[in-house]
């Protein structure tokens, strides 16, 4: 086993102890807001620490992100958006979120904690105040823009935290906490807006929610917060006994060197072939965040507040995958034979899901069983996935782990950009379903002979005594036909006007949605299969008894330089 920037020369030594002094000329309160590094590999107690701030931040800034999904149809109608400027907006968030994840590759020089602590404080104020008191939908657009530059640069910047804080015999679990950011967040949203929207009703509030919070975490992030120097996280840690040899060649590493020419060491095809993979593989991921209470909306009639309830069940069951394969891959110290059975378990989930779609008799826990199963299987992929993606980075150059981050960041927000600039051009009705469905079915449920074909309403205009006619009412509105027929008749002429404006329209869009919709799910299965050739691509064994193997190599490799060192 290869450690590049283990056995780089001494000349850094000067330069990080200069480095330290200047810093140490500051006075406590200003080095206290800045310098957040560590000399020394951290014990057992203050490890779990640090990895829990870091789980904790990904939790709070992906509530913020994602908290927008829960009441995206409050926040059309509020401000008058069509569908696909909604969906314009979380295109240019994402693609500004990929270039600052390009950003955030200066981590491997600047440091990681800084980033998040102060990150954390932008996402809370945009959440507290900017989106919530948005003066109109492109001052929303922006806002949501400057939101997406932050969760790029933090996308990078926590893993690489959780890997330089983490071996790799510990590193799957430890990755599969920091996944549960994203999906705790996911979590967070669907449970509090499904507690909350029955009393506050203002979509605003639930913004106003999530910012309180991310300033309450970033107080915690602000104090508490500390990350390795770079003599200690540039080098390759297989498991805490390695500690000892970390330290001890910490002193020697040149840095400067190390971190020559980032790009061109990581722009490598084991790291951007998984890093489009995955990106690739995890566009039904982001649709259901992004999209499921609308599409559970406007193809099923869900409320709000019962299509949240349903990601609940979702995000419950993502949660519960990350963690128990976490552990499990880093048991057996394999990671491939968990992806590609994960992958297969979400194609068939989603395959699924493509066909039942269509059906308007669907019922609610058949939703909850198909979309539970693909996030286990999204789960079973994500977690060894990210482990092994930073373990590939750390056999080009443990240095450059952020950088590796960074590509894939990269490359996961360029997708996730590139598939909802696509969704419009696929899904073409969700505009009259959007801004006038709810409506339109409000009025048909007050006056239901409204839902007549137009064609039996106009002959029963010219004849109300037509045969033809009244019996069509009969089998269509029931026994009560004539009191639904009269309740029509005295309708108001404005909501008879918007019914005759929207209905029809509404009625066609609805009509062919739900194919519209079981086609861009269909694309979604394609983009799975993706995944499966690029892990053949990642750094790891497929068997358990050569993962061992490696593992008692490099046990023996550790003894061996400790007692060389103890005889010097």
Not at 221 to 234: H, K, M, Q, W
Request: aromatic share 12%; charged share 15%.
């Amino acid at each position: 086993m290869t450690n590049t920037a283990g056995h780089i020369g001494a000349g850094s030594h000067i330069g990080i102890h200069r480095r330290g002094g200047r810093q140490r000329s500051l006075s406590a309160p200003f080095r206290r807001l800045w310098d957040r590094q560590l000399d020394h590999y951290p014990d057992t107690t203050h490890r779990y620490m640090y990895l829990g701030i870091v789980v904790l931040a990904a939790i709070v800034l992906y509530y913020e992100f994602y908290v927008q999904a829960a009441v995206t149809p409050s926040i059309l109608v509020h401000f008058g958006m069509t569908f696909p400027f909604f969906v314009y907006v979380l295109v240019i968030g994402n693609l500004v979120g990929a270039f600052a994840s390009l950003l955030a590759g200066l981590a491997d020089r600047w440091g990681r904690a800084n980033m998040v602590a102060y990150g954390l404080l932008i996402t809370a104020l945009i959440a507290l105040i900017g989106l919530p008191y948005a003066p109109n939908l492109w001052w929303y657009g922006v806002f949501y823009a400057i939101l997406g530059f932050v969760e790029g640069v933090i996308l990078v910047a926590t893993p690489a935290l959780i890997r330089d804080f983490s071996p790799q015999l510990g590193r799957a679990s430890a990755m599969a906490f920091w996944t549960m950011g994203p999906v705790i967040a996911s979590l967070t949203v669907a449970e509090v807006s499904s507690h909350t929207l029955n009393h506050l009703t203002a979509w605003q509030d639930q913004f106003i929610i999530a910012g309180i919070v991310g300033l309450v975490v970033f107080a915690i992030a602000f104090v508490g917060l500390r990350e390795l120097s770079p003599g200690l996280r540039d080098q390759l840690m297989v498991s805490t006994r390695d500690r000892v040899l970390v330290e001890a060649r910490a002193a020697g590493i040149d840095v400067e060197a190390s971190l020559r020419h980032p790009w061109r060491q990581m722009a490598k095809l084991d790291i951007v072939g998984p890093a489009i993979g995955i990106g690739v593989f995890l566009i039904i991921y982001y649709t259901l965040i992004a999209f499921l209470v609308v599409f559970m909306a406007s193809i099923f009639h869900y409320t709000q507040l019962r299509a949240n309830l349903l990601g609940n069940w979702i995000w419950a069951f993502n949660a519960i995958a990350l963690i128990a394969v976490g552990v499990l891959s880093d048991k057996v110290r394999v990671r491939k034979p968990f992806m590609l059975i994960g992958a297969a378990v979400a194609m068939i989930s989603t395959a699924f899901f493509a066909i039942t779609t269509t059906h308007s008799g669907t019922g609610y826990y058949t939703f909850v069983w198909i979309l539970s199963l693909l996030a286990v299987g999204i789960g079973m992929v994500f977690s060894p996935w990210l482990a092994s993606f930073t373990e590939t980075a750390e056999e080009r150059n443990p240095a450059l782990v952020a950088t590796g981050l960074a590509v894939w960041g990269w490359v996961l927000r360029l997708m996730v950009a590139g598939s909802f600039l696509i969704l419009p051009f696929v899904v073409t009705t969700m505009t009259p379903i959007v801004e006038h469905g709810s409506q339109v079915q409000t009025l048909v449920a007050k006056y239901p002979a409204a839902s007549l074909p137009p064609a039996t309403l106009a002959t029963l205009q010219k004849d109300p005594t037509n045969v033809a006619a009244l019996a069509q009412a009969r089998a269509q509105l029931g026994p009560n036909y004539v009191k639904d027929l009269l309740s029509l008749a005295t309708a108001p002429k404005a909501d008879l006007a918007y019914l005759a404006t929207y209905g029809p329209k509404v009625q066609s869009a609805a009509n062919a949605a739900s194919g519209e919709w079981q086609r861009w799910w269909w694309i979604c299965f394609g983009a799975e299969a993706v995944l499966i050739p690029t892990i053949f691509m990642m750094r790891g064994r497929w068997r358990p008894k050569a993962a061992r193997a490696d593992d008692a190599a490099h046990e023996a490799l550790v003894e061996a330089e400790l007692a060389r060192m103890n005889r010097v």
